[in-house]
């Protein structure tokens, strides 16, 4: 099978490059300088309208701000209402991570925000009068802020939940991903097809059909997945 590859556009700027180049599925956020947060109504149904034409999926980011991923109710809010947006405006997914602090201090999931966003997406719309369909929905690099000891135990909770792949880089943050192939294996032999994970983050068009060989996976994530044109700003 084709290894999917999966470019996180900043806005529409970018994504008729790499769709030419090769990418089948995109993230779309905004301000990528703190990780992504939500992007807006007009990009969003200008992505939507663009993959539409070219047999590309479109998944939303639902972010209200950068920093951490402990939501207040405001912000759990906000993530609702970007959900059902997204949603109106036909993406194919969307993508969020949300963590609460732990008995011994070290993050854990949010379990009741997480099953009340995959239920919007999933749902029939959080009050719309149209019927909409379900969209797909990605666990993203919040679960790397989990402890390593909880992260099996989360990959069950989010499989039962309903969501459909996790993106991870396999380790902190910055560390080369040779570093963490180990463990993005062992992720993928804990997940056994019941959840799909997602590599991302130091992954190129140069390195990205090797990683996917090592790993054992059939989608990779990022900014450099694809090979874009020498003129644009990411290459």
Known sequence: MELLREFCAENMTLVPNAVAAGARRIELCDNLAVGGTSPSYGVIKAAVDFARANDVRIMAMVRPRGGGFTYDAQERHMMLDDISCARLLGVDGVVFGCVRPGENGHAVLDEELARTLVDAAKGSGLGCSAKLPPVQVTF????????????????????????????????????????????????????????????????????????????????????????????????
């Open 140 to 235: 993203h690099m919040a679960f790397d802020a989990l402890g390593k000891a909880v992260q099996l135990e989360t990959l069950d909770e989010l499989a039962s939940l309903g969501v459909e792949r996790v993106l991870t880089h396999g380790g902190p943050a910055g560390t080369p991903i040779a570093q963490n192939v180990a463990r993005l294996r062992e992720l993928v032999a804990y997940a056994n097809g019941r959840i799909a994970i997602l590599p991302g983050g130091g992954l190129t068009w140069q390195n990205a059909r090797e990683v996917a060989a090592l790993v054992g996976v059939r989608e990779v994530h990022g900014t450099q997945i694809v090979r874009l044109p020498p003129t644009s700003p990411l290459c």
